[in-house]
């Protein structure tokens, strides 16, 4: 059993920042890549940022420049620091980890419950 939760969405005003984290428990053999998604109301989910095992890192084109994400991986987290938020940002964003567990060793991908992230105009 794996499980991420995410931690740190709420309102902010434009321009401001916010950072989210997600943390990965449970019984864990190996992770390869984590990432953040986001799904606005209507719209389908769509990855915002990822950061693989080796600690490359693929940024949507709308938040390059804007948004870091970062890993530990010690402690099996990654962190997204959002920067000059804008309103279109709003969404639930999403932690998502390809895990293999002790048990299978087979890599799946997991997903958090979503956090909320609203940007006030």
Not at 69 to 77: C, E, F, M
């Amino acid at each position: 059993q794996v499980q991420l939760v995410e931690s740190g969405g709420g309102l902010v005003q434009a321009g401001g920042s916010l950072r989210l984290s997600c943390a990965a428990s449970g019984s864990i053999f190996s992770i390869n890549a984590m990432g953040w998604y986001r799904q606005a109301p209507g719209k389908q989910r769509e990855l915002v940022a990822q950061i693989t095992s080796f600690g490359s890192t693929n940024y949507a084109d709308s938040v390059k420049g804007r948004f870091t994400i970062s890993r530990d991986y010690a402690k099996n987290t990654v962190n997204l620091q959002m920067n000059s938020l804008k309103p279109e940002v709003t969404a639930v964003y999403y932690c998502m980890g390809t895990i293999a567990t002790m048990t299978s060793k087979r890599r799946d991908g997991y997903w958090g419950q979503g956090t909320q992230v609203t940007v006030s105009s």
